[in-house]
């Protein structure tokens, strides 16, 4: 009996060693695929948070830690010189780690997508502001310094990949009016970033438990979501702010907007959804037309605007079926 009581042990501690290793090999992978693919390194890295994510909630917090500390402390040793990709990095490993403690709690989705970003944001900012007190230099300065190099090394891909000379040199001139806008709208890009993100992983991992017959019930049916139809009128409000000739008021409306703007993308991906699955739509061709939505602007311009007017067009029809239940 106490025989086999040890081999068990041995066997779960084995299994348990087995997954922390492919957990970890698994965000390294997805980490040098995103330096080994520049053009597409960014929408690689928004898979960062899945493995996490998986083995949190397989393995529990104590042990499912482990996989983004050790995953963390590699990518500093590789990446020690820049510091706001480590922080990038570092956010996605964590952002994964969150979404399944709150997940664990069976909360909703907007309660777990808002809290994973409120805890994210909170611990970085933290760390950010320890840091450039250590090193004598400003918030501002840092995120200036990253946005330069950023564009700066954008040219040159865009060099290496065949585009005109002629126009990436008119890009170049315009280089300082491009730093100076992307860092005024540098908050709501990391906000809908990271709040993108984390909505993108819940939706992988629900369907990856859903094969193995784990069903997320408390987070409702995703596809029926809606925005408060309220928003609506702040989103026309914050809009209208952007024509006001006062720059601080402009950048504040301009900031709001856009976040504002990602929570109608979501709503019009949950009426593209229901359609794709009212119609019966194949795997591959919804895939396909769901990174489309995803690459091309248009589309995803198209899909917000379904989002923003299913407000007074009920395009799926809910409130009716609601009525009628009632």
Avoid at 84 to 100: K, N, P, Q, R
Avoid at 229 to 247: A, Q, Y
Avoid at 248 to 259: D, P, R, T, W
Wanted: proline share 2%.
């Amino acid at each position: 009996m106490y025989a086999y009581k040890s081999v068990k042990h041995m066997t779960n501690n084995y299994t348990i060693i087995r997954d922390i290793s492919i957990g970890i090999a698994l965000c390294l992978l997805i980490f040098i695929s995103t330096l080994s693919l520049p053009l597409f390194g960014f929408f690689i890295a928004l898979l960062l948070p899945q493995p996490v994510l998986f083995f949190r909630l397989k393995l529990g917090k104590a042990k499912g830690a482990i996989i983004p500390i050790a995953a963390f402390l590699i990518i500093l040793i590789v990446m020690h010189s820049l510091l706001a990709d480590v922080f990038f990095y570092g956010s996605l490993l964590l952002t994964g780690f969150l979404i399944g403690n709150y997940l664990e709690k069976q909360l909703s989705i907007e309660k777990t997508i808002l809290y994973t970003f409120l805890t994210t944001v909170g611990i970085c900012l933290l760390l950010f502001v320890l840091y450039s007190f250590t090193n004598e230099k400003s918030f501002f300065m840092i995120v200036s310094d990253y946005v330069a190099k950023n564009i700066e090394l954008s040219f040159k891909i865009y060099s290496e990949i065949g585009i005109d000379q002629k126009k990436i040199n008119s890009l170049a001139k315009s280089s300082d009016l491009i730093t100076h806008v992307i860092i005024r709208i540098m908050p709501s890009m990391f906000t809908t970033m990271l709040l993108f993100i984390t909505w993108l992983n819940i939706l992988l991992i629900k369907k990856i438990l859903k094969r193995d017959g784990v069903v997320m019930s408390w987070l409702g049916i995703l596809n029926h979501w809606k925005a408060p139809e309220h928003l609506v009128w702040f989103t026309i409000l914050t809009l209208t702010s952007i024509f006001i000739p006062i720059e601080s008021i402009k950048i504040i409306g301009l900031n709001i907007f856009i976040v504002l703007l990602l929570i109608y993308f979501f709503q019009g991906i949950a009426i593209v959804s229901f359609f794709f699955n009212k119609k019966e739509f194949p795997s591959f061709l919804k895939f396909f037309l769901y990174t489309l939505i995803v690459i091309q602007q248009i589309f995803a311009l198209l899909v917000i605007g379904l989002g923003f007017f299913d407000t007074w067009f009920d395009f799926r029809k809910l409130d009716l079926k609601q009525n009628l239940q009632n």
